[in-house]
């Protein structure tokens, strides 16, 4: 941070600037932009709830048509959605004038109270300088975290002008707040992300990730929302193959999908059924707490049917198995009715 040089300007009045003000707006500011950011990306649809953020991840990932995406979303769950969601805040923010905005109304914010303690010293009656700065930090205290401790360290508080170091403070305080200014217009996004003491990735993603609980067969997140809820369902159930499970004495993949499982006739065993075989159709003795709704139409589930025939040989290299033999109709889906599959399971319109 370069100052202006002024003439007459105190070495105290300069270094208190610097050495706490400057500092402890810098913090100030850094601490405040991370909720702000937070604030400002919850107005948007897809992190209105639970739904809509599993939603506009789910489109993303089939228009963007990669499979290394679907294998980082499906296997590295929680740093996809982190990096996601980082994607869309510096998306959001790329044009700096909504953070400069922020950053303007914080800076100002500062001062005003910075020159608000100044003020009030002045009408103090001290019998030294040190005592005359100790009073302003003792005002700025609670809002901008500035301690009168330790001033000696780096100031000689003599008996000099009270009034002519106020007037030269006031000056540093002008320069200062210039300076951060363009400090804070030239630098990147990425730059400031990383300095937030609130990660708003982090926080966007305690809003949206729900209970955490996955579906006891294929792993899907829970769509509930939230943790305040008896039941865990999930509105999109795929392969259990995607989740790592479910290839047979062959190693080949499976196609099951547990939404259609828990209308068949087919049985299994987790560790919770003691080894024993335990019907489909009865899973809730098991998993009390979930609700898997009966895919009855067979095309709810086109969207991981589509994915898993698109990208078979992938996951099966992915996963040291064999390819799943594909059903033709699987193949016969349109990624436009995958994406029409997943606007009808999310209640899109």
Sequence with gaps: MVYKVCKGKTRNSEEFTKQRLKPAVE????????????????????????????YSILLDLISKSDFNCFKSYIYSYEYYVKSWISERIRETFSSRSTVCQFEDKHLKFCIDHINAAINKAKTENTDSLKTFVENICIELCDKLGISQDALDTFMVLNNADQKQFAHWLNMCVEEMKEALREK????????????????????????????????????????????????????????W?????????????????????????????????KGEYHPYKEYREIFPDWNIPPDVSLESSDYWKYVMAKYNKEFAEACKAQPADIPDSWRRITKEQAKKSLKESFYVK
């Design 184 to 239: 804070l217009k030239n630098t990147e996004i990425d730059t400031k992300l990383s300095q937030l003491h609130v990660k708003p990735e982090n926080e966007l993603f305690s809003r949206v990730f729900g209970c955490g609980q996955q579906c006891p067969f294929c792993k899907i997140p829970c769509d509930a929302g939230g943790e305040n809820h008896t039941r865990h369902f999930a509105l999109l159930h795929r392969p």
């Design 27 to 54: 913090n100030f500011i850094c601490r405040s932009l991370g909720p702000d950011i937070v604030d400002k990306m919850l107005t948007k649809e897809e992190f209105s709830t639970r739904m809509s953020f599993h």
């Design 241 to 273: 193959s995607l989740a790592q499970v479910g290839w047979d004495e062959s190693n080949k993949l499976q196609t099951d999908i547990c939404s259609s499982l828990v209308i068949s006739n087919r049985y299994f065993h987790f560790s919770g059924t």
